[in-house]
């Protein structure tokens, strides 16, 4: 769990998004008091390595700024030397990069790839089994596009099928699994919410068989032979 604040960043909903004030010495060249802009990432831990590159890139490019006015310490040479010419001021900060989203296919792959070294074939089937299961109950789609609808569709697909609570459990569990790998190679945060603990599963009612005290059993056994 990331616990430390993240510096400079503000959240709308889940989404992190960076915000720093424009120094009042260089308003004049921004057409805005602040820079603000979406981080892409619900991570606080993303957010903050983020923003802190951001931030970084902005502390140099107002150094420089600054520095346009001249070399520093240009007064103490014996001629005078020109002016460096003024850095293109950009009209915005340049924005992050989008965020992966792999496919259901894609997450797969990699989790094989990556955690299947050595494996028995047991292991590497199931993840691809589980995966060919979620496809046929609700599709192919990219990780963030998967929705609690499509959880509950699933979960109902499987029931239909026969599949008994158990099963079910190990199943969700392979598949949040999957999930949570390829949402840490990405870097995009946790899983979709939908599979960070599974669907709920109801498992059958199983009446217990009767319980007959050794007592019982003497008395009903009197009975039979009385009779």
């Known amino acids: ?11 709308k909903g889940e989404v992190y998004y960076f915000v720093r004030k424009v120094p009042a010495d260089l308003r004049a060249k921004y057409r805005s008091q602040r820079i603000s802009f979406s981080l892409r990432t619900r991570s606080p831990k993303v957010a903050d390595q983020r923003s802190r590159r ?7 490019y107002w150094f420089q700024l600054r520095m346009t006015s001249g070399v520093p310490g240009s007064n103490m040479l ?5 002016a460096s010419p003024a850095p293109a001021v950009p009209s915005k900060v340049e924005a992050q990069p989008e965020v ?5 296919t894609e997450a797969v792959a990699l989790y094989k790839r990556l955690k299947g070294a050595g494996k028995s ?34 979960r109902d697909w499987l029931l239909a099928r ?18 949570n790998f390829a949402a840490s ?3 995009f945060g946790p899983a979709p919410v939908l599979f960070r603990s599974g669907a709920h599963v109801r498992r059958p009612s199983v009446r217990r068989p009767r319980v007959i005290s050794s007592r019982g059993l003497s008395v009903s056994g009197a009975d039979c032979r009385s009779r």
């Not at 769990?1 to 959240?11: D, E, G, I, R």
């Not at 074939?121 to 599709?139: D, I, K, M, S």
């Open 54 to 60: 951001v931030a970084a890139k902005l502390d140099d």
């Open 100 to 104: 992966a989203n792999p496919t259901l």
């Open 185 to 187: 190679e990405h870097a």
């Open 78 to 82: 014996l001629e005078e030397v020109p």
């Open 121 to 154: 074939e047991t292991f590497l089937r199931a993840p691809e089994r589980v995966a060919e299961y979620l496809r046929e109950a609700v599709g192919e789609k990219r990780l963030l596009d998967y929705t609690r609808a499509d959880a509950n569709r699933f």
């Open 1 to 11: 769990m990331y616990n430390l604040p993240v510096k400079y960043t503000f959240q």
């Open 162 to 179: 026969g599949i008994v609570g158990s099963s079910i459990a190990r199943t969700m569990g392979t598949l949040r699994a999957v999930l």
